[in-house]
C-alpha cells in the first residue's frame, strides 16, 4: 500500500498522506495566518485539456480588451495553405467572472493549483510585479507557460512515491492567493519529522549580509520555534507528524505567515540540506532519552557569496526560461497580442525549416 524511502529516511508515503498537503486541505487550518486566498473547484475536464493542451494562449473572453477573430468574413471554408493548422479553442466564462470577482476583493493574485505554483513562468508576467495577475488570461497565461503545474495534473504525477494501484478521488483546484510583494531574504523551509523539528533552512539561495549575523539567526532560529510550537503543531491534525513547512518571517523578524505545506518527501526540494542530515538529527533525538528536545534546531543560510549552493546573479528557474525572442515579441503588447504574434512567428518558423 504504501513505500518507505531509504531506510526510514522519509515516512510512509501513502495517497491519503500526500492529500494532506492538498491546499484545500490544510488552509482551513493555517488561515489566519496564511495569506488569504479562494479556492475555486470543480474545474472540468475541458480547463484540465486546454492546460494539457499544445502552444501558449489565452481562452477566448479571459483577457480585459476585445479579442479579434483571426478568421474573416468572406472565409467560405475553401482551400488552405498546406502549413495551417487547426487550432483549439478554449472559453470558460463562467471561470472567468469567478476570477474576475475574486481580483475586485484581492486587486491583484498569484495563481496555484493543488500543491504546485507557477514561479518558473515568472517571466510572462512584468517583472517589477512578478507573478501578479489583475485578469482571467494573467492566470491563464501563467498556468499555461509553467512546467511546474503540470505535476498536478493527472493522478498518476501526484501520487508518483505511493505504491499501491488504490488510487484515491482526485480533483483539480484553482488557487487564487492574494498577491504582494514578497521579501525573499525572509523566507524559511523548515523540517518537521516524528513530530520534532529537525532543521531550517534558508529558502532563496542568494547571499544576503544580515543572514551572517549570529544574533538574527538566534532570533529566526527562536521565531520558527516558536511559530511551530504554537500554531503548527496544535492545528496539524494528520496522524504522520512528518512535514515541511514554508515560512515568510514579518520584517522585525518576530513572527511569520505560512505560505505553504510540504509532504517530507523525496519531491520536495530539501534546500541546505539533505534527507540524510536531517535524518541523523533524528536519530541523535530519538537515542537521546534525556533530552526534552524544547530545542533550537540548526539554522542553514548562504554565509558567503562564494558558498556552493549560491545563485547570486543567476536567474532562478533559469532552464524554464523564455527565449529572447518572446521577450522581444512581448515588448509593447498586451497578453492577447503577445499571444498571437507569438504563435504567428512560431508558423512562420515551420515554415522556413520544410
Not at 492566470?139 to 505535476?151: A, E, N, P, Q
Not at 487564487?176 to 520534532?196: A, Q, T
Not at 496522524?239 to 505560512?258: A, E, F, N, P
Not at 546573479?313 to 526560461?321: F, G, K, T, V
Amino acid at each position: 500500500m504504501s513505500v518507505v524511502n531509504n531506510d526510514g529516511i522519509f515516512p510512509l508515503l501513502t495517497p491519503d498522506y500526500i492529500l494532506a498537503f492538498q491546499f484545500s486541505n490544510w488552509y482551513p487550518s493555517f488561515a489566519r495566518v496564511s495569506p488569504k486566498s479562494a479556492i475555486i473547484r470543480p474545474l472540468g475536464k475541458d480547463f484540465k485539456h486546454y492546460l494539457e493542451s499544445d502552444s501558449i494562449f489565452v481562452p477566448e473572453g479571459s483577457e480585459d480588451v476585445a479579442v479579434e477573430s483571426t478568421i474573416s468574413d468572406d472565409d467560405d471554408g475553401g482551400e488552405h495553405d498546406d502549413t495551417t493548422t487547426t487550432e483549439e479553442h478554449f472559453s470558460f466564462p463562467e471561470l472567468d467572472e469567478r476570477i474576475r470577482s475574486v481580483i475586485r476583493e484581492y486587486k491583484a493574485v498569484f495563481p496555484k493549483l493543488n500543491f504546485s505554483s507557477p514561479k518558473d513562468a515568472s517571466w510572462v508576467l512584468p517583472a517589477s510585479s512578478p507573478l501578479r495577475c489583475t485578469s482571467p488570461a494573467d492566470v491563464y497565461l501563467l498556468l499555461k507557460s509553467s512546467d511546474f503545474i503540470t505535476h498536478d495534473l493527472t493522478i498518476e504525477s501526484v501520487f508518483v512515491d505511493c505504491k499501491t494501484d488504490d488510487l484515491p478521488n482526485y480533483e483539480l483546484e484553482l488557487v487564487l492567493r492574494k498577491w504582494y510583494p514578497v521579501d525573499h531574504s525572509r523566507e524559511v523551509r523548515c523540517f518537521v519529522r516524528n513530530d520534532i523539528l529537525v532543521g531550517i533552512s534558508q529558502r532563496d539561495t542568494n547571499f544576503y549580509d544580515f543572514m551572517i549575523n549570529l544574533e538574527i539567526q538566534r532570533t529566526i532560529r527562536t521565531t520558527v520555534y516558536n511559530l511551530w510550537e504554537e500554531i503548527v503543531r496544535p492545528n496539524w491534525t494528520f496522524s504522520q507528524k512528518d512535514y515541511v513547512i514554508d515560512l515568510l518571517l514579518t520584517r522585525d523578524l518576530s513572527s511569520g505567515h505560512i505560505i505553504d505545506l510540504n509532504p517530507y518527501a523525496p519531491c520536495t526540494d530539501p534546500l541546505l540540506f539533505t534527507y540524510e542530515e536531517l535524518h541523523e538529527v533524528l536519530s541523535k533525538a530519538n537515542q537521546d532519552t534525556t533530552a526534552s528536545w524544547t530545542f533550537l534546531p540548526e539554522l542553514r543560510v548562504i554565509d558567503s557569496p562564494l558558498h556552493p549552493a549560491a545563485t547570486l546573479n543567476i536567474p532562478a528557474y533559469r532552464h524554464n526560461r523564455v527565449p529572447i525572442e518572446a521577450l522581444t515579441l512581448s515588448e509593447g503588447r498586451n497578453i492577447v497580442e503577445f499571444s498571437e504574434v507569438w504563435q504567428q512567428e512560431v508558423a512562420r518558423a515551420v515554415r522556413e525549416d520544410n
